[in-house]
């Protein structure tokens, strides 16, 4: 019979988006194993780079460290521009040609969410269909339905179900789904956010995520009301700055605040680039009944 999982509440945290609450959990783990040790620290340096401090990474993780530490710095140094593109892309491919790391959940991990910035969904997907974590399923949840393959999306959620049904991953994939597939299901999606946020703790992932649901369902107020105080844990949120955006314009209010501010946290955002493809479709429109001097 396997022992108490001692870092459920640290791994737990970090999927919620809790990441300062990750960071203290793991203050307090101590005498682990070598492996466990080594998982605890890539959850906090993981948060950290969540949170935007690229530094205690880079500072802390050396060339000596275990296969998923470095793995980890290479994504606080492609997140963080570190290290041009190219670099980085090639690191991962001569990955790809050692059995230490292709066998690490934590490094495919990495190599996924870095091919999934870089919008190769092929490779990214390659580096997810191992199966071998329920974060990397999730993470091919996302792609999936990123892609519109709600049935491949939907296999996932089934493999993480027969895994771990009441994992917190399980709950928010299943949640995905269900937006995705909208009519009832949103509704199921919204009180699996309900769930985890009451259980928990209402983080702005959390947040976001029952807004999202109650625009499906034409609730603005509401939805307001709930990135309203997700954007008050966190002002620089690029969904949370996003979601606000719709909401006002869907509400008849000013959405310049947000959109300003969007630009400038996430300026390659789909939102501020279909924004800017419109301004740029209306310039060129006006300029058509422009008449000359």
């Given at each position: ?43 906090v ?59 690490n ?13 870089e919008?190769?969904?092929v490779e ?26 709600i ?19 399980t ?5 995905w ?43 603005w107020?509401?939805?307001e009301q ?7 844990k966190?002002?620089?949120n ?32 789909l ?23």
């Amino acid at each position: 019979m396997s022992g108490p999982d001692i870092l459920f509440t640290l791994r737990n945290n970090f999927y919620l988006g809790a990441y300062q609450a990750a960071i203290a959990e793991a203050a307090d783990l101590e005498r682990l194993s070598e492996s466990d040790a080594v998982e605890r620290d890539c959850f906090v340096y993981r948060s950290y780079i969540e949170l935007g401090s690229f530094e205690p990474v880079l500072n802390e993780v050396s060339q000596q460290s275990a296969s998923a530490l470095k793995a980890v710095r290479l994504l606080a140094e492609y997140q963080g521009k570190k290290l041009d593109k190219d670099t980085v892309l090639s690191t991962i491919q001569d990955w790809a040609q050692e059995p230490s790391y292709r066998n690490n959940a934590t490094v495919l991990l990495v190599v996924g969410l870095i091919y999934a910035a870089e919008d190769n969904y092929v490779e990214a997907l390659r580096a997810c269909h191992t199966g071998i974590s329920l974060e990397l399923r999730a993470l091919a949840v996302q792609l999936y339905l990123k892609i519109d393959r709600i049935q491949q999306a939907d296999e996932q959620v089934k493999a993480m179900s027969a895994t771990d049904d009441d994992s917190t991953l399980t709950q928010l994939a299943t949640a995905w789904v269900n937006l995705y597939l909208g009519g009832a299901k949103v509704e199921e999606a919204f009180f699996i956010f309900q769930e985890l946020g009451d259980k928990y703790s209402w983080t702005s992932r959390l947040l976001n995520g029952s807004a999202v649901c109650n625009m499906r369902m034409a609730r603005w107020e509401e939805a307001e009301q709930q990135l309203l105080e997700a954007f008050e844990k966190d002002a620089k949120n690029a969904d949370t700055l996003a979601n606000l955006v719709t909401v006002c314009l869907h509400l008849g209010k000013a959405a310049a605040r947000y959109n300003a501010q969007l630009k400038s946290v996430a300026p390659g955002h789909l939102l501020v680039q279909r924004l800017e493809s419109a301004e740029e479709a209306f310039r060129n429109a006006a300029s058509a009944f422009e008449v000359s001097a």
